[in-house]
């Protein structure tokens, strides 16, 4: 079965960056899109971004342009997403969800990452 | 970008009866190329990420019970649950995938009366 499993939480600095990390199994890794989205604590879902496993291209929100870097390791079926200049509003659950086939399909999230803790405190 | 709002905010339903949550989208996102609406329906327990259970506005994901429906096009849209049941007790999102960026509703929260 699909499995999406993400790194652990994390605490930060302002000013400083995290990396979180999502791991998939169960299906072709480089087939399907892996978006990322977050949620603030008691507040809605925002898409942040998304990255095409095959080929490493990415599509960011402008929200979050030149802040996050999606990368993936097709050896370890593994993406990570890195935000900088981290703020105390970053502060929130970070998901990843597969979307999109490559060969044809949509960005509904068909699977989800349990989520990501990234907590930014003085 | 397109905005998602989701009406009402919350919401509370007997046991066994019918729960309705609209969602309309500030533009079309019907794409007449296909006949399709990039719309989708999660539910999001206390927790737990969310999970998908409508996609195309009205195709029910592998696994989830007929009593989730999805219905609308163009800009508005609702998710229904025919007889409401204690583990239906979640936050609701509608989400569009129709252009970037992706958008969700507010959420509706929904609960046992």
């Known amino acids: 079965q699909v499995q999406l499993v993400q790194s652990g939480a994390e605490v930060k600095k302002p000013g400083a960056s995290v990396r979180v990390s999502c791991t998939a199994s169960?299906?072709?890794?480089?087939?399907?899109?892996i978006q990322w989205v977050r949620q603030a604590p008691g507040q809605g879902l925002e898409w942040m971004g998304k990255?095409?496993?095959?080929?490493?291209?990415?599509s960011y929100a402008q929200k979050f342009q030149g802040r996050v870097t999606m990368t993936r390791d097709t050896s370890t079926s593994t993406v990570h997403m890195d935000l900088s200049s981290l703020r105390f509003e970053d502060t929130a659950v970070y998901y990843c969800?597969?979307?999109?086939?490559?060969?044809?399909?949509?960005?509904?999230?068909?699977?989800w990452g349990q989520g990501t803790l990234v907590t930014v405190s003085s | 970008d397109i905005v998602m709002t989701q009406s009402p905010d919350s919401l509370a339903v007997s046991l066994g009866e019918r729960a309705t949550i609209n969602c309309k989208s500030s533009?079309?996102?019907?794409?007449?190329?296909?006949?399709?609406?990039?719309l989708a329906w999660y539910q999001q327990k206390p927790g737990q990420p969310p999970k998908l259970l409508i996609y195309?506005?009205?195709t029910r994901e592998s696994g989830v019970p007929d009593r989730f429906s999805g219905s609308g096009s163009g800009t508005d849209f609702t998710l229904s649950i025919s007889s409401l049941q204690a583990e239906d007790v979640a936050v609701y999102y509608c989400?569009?995938?129709?252009?970037?960026?992706?958008?969700f509703g507010q959420g509706t929260k929904l609960e046992i009366k």
């Open positions: 969800a597969r979307g999109a086939a490559l060969a044809g399909g949509s960005d509904y999230f068909d699977s």
């Open positions: 195309w506005a009205s």
């Open positions: 989400h569009q995938y129709y252009s970037s960026p992706y958008t």
């Open positions: 169960g299906y072709t890794f480089s087939s399907y899109y």
């Open positions: 990255i095409n496993p095959s080929g490493g291209i990415t």
């Open positions: 533009q079309s996102v019907f794409y007449s190329s296909n006949n399709m609406n990039y």
